[in-house]
C-alpha cells in the first residue's frame, strides 16, 4: 500500500502524481496522461498536483486541469479519496520567443482563475488550492487576502502557498489561519536551499510539499548530486529514484513528495517509496 499521510484536514498519499509533464511541452499526448493518472490511482496514489498554467504556452489553457478532470471521471475507483490539487497565480508566455512561465497575482485575477480552476476540474470545491507564485508587482499579503476570498465564497476548501519563504509563510498564517494547510517548495538533491521552509512547516504544524522531488525534467541538472542515491539504491536493488524519494520523505511526517511522470512506469516505480526503509547510516550518508 503507498505510504498515506495526513495533509490538513485529507488523508492522503505521502507521494502524489505530479501532472506538470503530461501537459506541458513535449508531453506523450492526451491518451498516456489519461494512462499514466488512472496508472497511478490504480496502484493506490490519492494526490493528484496540477495548476491553471499546466498547458503549453500559445496553445489552449488548463488542459492539465482537464486532463485530470477526464481521468477522474473515467475512472471507476474510489473518487472521494482523492486529493486534486490546482494553483492559480501563473500563466504561460513567451520571451525572447521561448515558452515560459508569467505570474499575475492581481487579487481579481486571482478569484477569477479559481473560478475557473473549479470549472475545469468539474467540481464546486476545490479540495486545495495553491497562490503558485510571488507576484513581486503585488504585496503578498494582497494575494493572501484574495487567497482567503476564494475559501469563503465555497470555491476552495484549503489554501497553500507555493515558491514561499518564511516571512511569506508567516503573513499566509496571519491572514489565512486554519485554511493554511501547505507549503509547496522545490526540493531536491539539486535543490537544497528551501530547508528553512521545510523544517519551518514541521515547526508550525503545516505540510510541506517537495515540487520537482527528483530535479525536474526541464533543464539539464548536476547529476553528481545523485550518486551517493545511486550506492544506496544499489544496495536495496531499486531505482535510485526510489531512493531520493525516500530520504525526502525521511526529513519528517509533515513532508510528502508529487514526482512528475510523462508514463505510467516512472509513476507505478516511485510510488514504492514510502515501503523503503533507510537506515540511520544511510540518511546521513545522504545528508
Ligand atoms: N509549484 C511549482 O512552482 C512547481 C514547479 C514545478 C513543478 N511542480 C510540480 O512538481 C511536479 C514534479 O516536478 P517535475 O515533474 O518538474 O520533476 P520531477 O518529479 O523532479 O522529475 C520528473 C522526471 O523524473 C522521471 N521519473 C519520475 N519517477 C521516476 C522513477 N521512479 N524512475 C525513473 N524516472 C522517474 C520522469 O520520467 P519520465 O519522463 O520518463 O516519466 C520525469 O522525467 C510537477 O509535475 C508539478 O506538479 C510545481
Not at 206 to 214: D, Q
Request: hydrophobic residues 40%; negative net charge.
Amino acid at each position: 500500500m503507498v505510504l498515506h499521510r495526513n495533509l490538513g484536514p485529507f488523508d492522503t498519499t505521502a507521494i502524489g502524481l505530479g501532472e506538470m509533464p503530461l501537459t506541458i511541452e513535449n508531453n506523450l499526448g492526451p491518451q498516456m496522461g489519461i494512462d499514466t493518472i488512472h496508472a497511478a490511482l490504480d496502484a493506490g496514489c490519492r494526490q493528484i498536483d496540477t495548476a491553471w498554467a499546466y498547458y503549453c504556452s500559445g496553445g489552449e489553457e488548463q488542459t492539465g486541469e482537464k486532463l485530470v478532470r477526464e481521468a477522474m471521471s473515467t475512472w471507476k475507483g474510489p473518487k472521494d479519496e482523492v486529493l486534486v490539487a490546482t494553483k492559480v497565480g501563473h500563466f504561460r508566455n513567451f520571451t525572447d520567443g521561448k515558452p515560459t512561465w508569467d505570474v499575475d497575482g492581481r487579487p481579481e485575477n486571482l478569484i477569477r482563475r479559481a473560478k475557473e480552476s473549479a470549472l475545469a476540474l468539474g467540481v464546486d470545491t476545490i479540495d486545495l488550492l495553491y497562490f503558485h507564485r510571488p507576484d513581486p508587482k503585488i504585496p503578498y499579503g494582497e494575494s493572501c487576502e484574495a487567497m482567503k476570498e476564494i475559501a469563503k465564497q465555497g470555491v476552495a476548501r484549503t489554501i497553500g502557498i507555493s515558491n514561499a519563504s518564511i516571512e511569506q509563510i508567516d503573513i499566509a498564517r496571519e491572514i489565512l489561519g486554519d485554511l493554511f494547510v501547505a507549503v509547496q517548495n522545490q526540493y531536491s538533491p539539486i535543490y537544497t536551499e528551501t530547508i528553512d521552509t521545510l523544517d519551518y512547516c514541521g515547526k508550525v504544524g503545516l505540510s510541506f510539499v517537495c515540487w520537482s522531488p527528483l530535479g525536474g525534467f526541464r533543464k539539464p541538472k548536476d547529476e553528481s548530486k545523485f550518486d551517493p542515491f545511486r550506492e544506496v539504491a544499489a544496495a536495496h536493488n531499486v531505482s535510485y529514484q526510489q531512493v531520493v524519494l525516500a530520504w525526502e520523505l525521511a526529513k519528517g511526517d509533515h513532508v510528502f513528495v508529487i514526482p512528475g511522470a510523462h508514463r505510467p512506469a516512472t509513476i507505478l516505480d516511485s510510488l514504492h517509496a514510502g515501503e523503503l526503509e533507510l537506515s540511520e547510516e544511510e540518511l546521513a550518508k545522504l545528508g
